[in-house]
Nanobody
Framework: QVQLVESGGGLVQPGGSLRLSCTIS????????VAWFGQAPGKERAFVAA???????????DYADSVKGRFTVSSDNRKNTAYLQMNNLKPEDSAVYYC????????????????WGQGTQVTVSS
């Protein structure tokens, strides 16, 4: 059983920062990916960012155009934790953010991810 637990969401003013954490327990894969998706009310989950997790000779990261230059993904395999550093937050970033994991390569398709965190609310408002 693979479980993902998220934390770090909250209420911030525009221009502020948050760091989301995703801790993974259970079995791990030789090659895996951790991704972040955001879901605003009434909308489908949208890809935000992804990073290779383990078993990769070279680490790769992928970002949606809307967050490039503002968000950064990273991982700490010793802590079994992935991070999403969110800087210069905008009101349109407000959403429930989910981390997800899959075996294999980077993907932007939420249907390709097998394991999901419970979600954490990010609200950007003055």
């Amino acid at each position: 059983q693979v479980q993902l637990v998220e934390s770090g969401g909250g209420l911030v003013q525009p221009g502020g920062s948050l760091r989301l954490s995703c801790t993974i327990s259970g079995r791990t894969f030789a090659s895996s990916v951790v991704a972040w998706f955001g879901q605003a009310p009434g909308k489908e989950r949208a890809f935000v960012a992804a990073v290779t997790w383990s078993g990769a000779f070279v680490y790769y990261a992928d970002y949606a155009d809307s967050v490039k230059g503002r968000f950064t993904v990273s991982s700490d395999n010793r802590k079994n934790t992935a991070y999403l550093q969110m800087n210069n937050l905008k009101p349109e970033d407000s959403a429930v953010y989910y981390c997800a994991a899959r075996e294999g390569t980077l993907s932007r398709d939420f249907n390709s991810y097998d394991y999901w965190g419970q979600g954490t609310q990010v609200t950007v408002s003055s």
